[in-house]
Each structure stands twice: as C-alpha cells, then as structure tokens.
C-alpha cells in the first residue's frame, strides 16, 4: 500500500516525505515536513495543502476508519483492532480556520489503536465561513 502524495497523483516512493517505517524514520519526516510551506496565501488552499501534506502518512493498519455523521456534522470513526476500552472525541487544532479529520488522520488512528480507544473526529465548521460560535455549537 503506498501512501498519497503532496500533490494528487504524485508519486513518493522517492519522496523525502515518503511513509514512514520505524519511529526514528517518522522523527526525520515530522522535522522535514515542519520545513514545507505553502506556496499559496489563500486559506482555501492553505487548507487543502495541510490535508494533502497530512496524507503522505498512512493511518495506522490496526484500525478501521469509517465516515459518518456525528450530531449532524460529517466524522470519521477511528475503530481500533481487538477489545475497545472506551471512546474519545479527538477534536483537530488551527484555530478554527484550518484542519479536518483528513488533516490529523495518521495521529488519530495510532491514537486508536495504542490506547484501544474508539476515536471519533468532528469535522466542525470552520471560520471566517462560519464564524464564532459555529465551531463550538458543533
């Protein structure tokens, strides 16, 4: 399974940013991807470059991920793999501008997983399209 690229389509096999392997591996992503900047200033498409770049790391293997709604509200449900211990709402950080379940999508589901925790993310409505208090009444 290869992971998704900055760019749709791309290929990162031979990317610097590929998958990662081992926990040292995924050090040298983490700090090679805190030097990548968006080359666009609009917010949509700092959004759409924060989703892309997050999708270069594939979920986790030991948890199924579902879509649905949650309070009417589009979620993904991050289910790990054997006994469920409890449940977590794993709400996503950008200051209510940027971010979505597909942004933190990696973290979550090794959240899930490690912790045996059902995970769910809400994919709450975002500023200035919404503005204060639309995120928090989601």
Known sequence: KRARGIEEGSDVTDHPLRPAKSFADSH??????????????????RRAFLDNAAAIFAPE?????????????????HRPHGQIIGRM???????????????????VSLLAAKSGLETWVL???LAPESPFPAAWSD
């Open 61 to 77: 293997i030991e948890t199924d991920i579902e879509a649905l709604s949650l309070g009417g509200r589009p979620a993904e449900r």
């Open 89 to 107: 709402l794993y709400l996503h950080g950008g200051g209510f501008t940027v971010g979505s379940p597909a942004s933190v999508r990696h973290i």
């Open 28 to 45: 040298s992503l983490f700090a090679a991807l805190a030097t990548v900047r968006p080359t666009s200033r609009t917010l949509p498409e």
């Open 123 to 125: 994919d709450y409505r």
